[in-house]
């Protein structure tokens, strides 16, 4: 059974900086691309960052040049490196596949709170 774990969530001044760790089991992690996900408060959830089987990155516009993400194979685990963060960077953060039809269930997230 697939799990996806995130934490490392917390709340942080506009400015600071978070790193957020999925630790994936069950599932041939270094074979799929994945991504983070962000939920904000009373909007859909949304794709910020992926990463594919061979190592190239893309971002949403809103968090390119301040977040930055990676993953170990041999530890099948997914990071985000978030830095400069805004009040709008706020809210639930998930992992999962990049390709929808690739999706496992999800896991609980990670709060990330921004104040101003």
């Known amino acids: 059974q697939v799990q996806l774990v995130e934490s490392g969530g917390g709340l942080v001044q506009a400015g600071g900086s978070l790193r957020l760790s999925c630790a994936a089991s069950?599932?041939?992690?270094?074979?799929?691309?994945m991504g983070w996900y962000r939920q904000a408060p009373g909007k859909q959830r949304e794709l910020v960052a992926g990463i594919s089987i061979d190592g190239s990155t893309n971002y949403a516009d809103a968090v390119k040049g301040r977040f930055t993400i990676s993953r170990d194979n041999a530890k099948n685990i997914l990071y985000l490196q978030m830095n400069t963060l805004k009040p709008e960077d706020t809210g639930v953060y998930y992992c999962?596949?990049?390709?929808?039809?690739?999706?496992?269930?999800w896991g609980q997230g990670t709060q990330v709170t921004v104040s101003s």
């Open positions: 999962n596949a990049l390709r929808q039809s690739r999706w496992y269930n």
């Open positions: 069950g599932m041939s992690f270094s074979i799929r691309g």
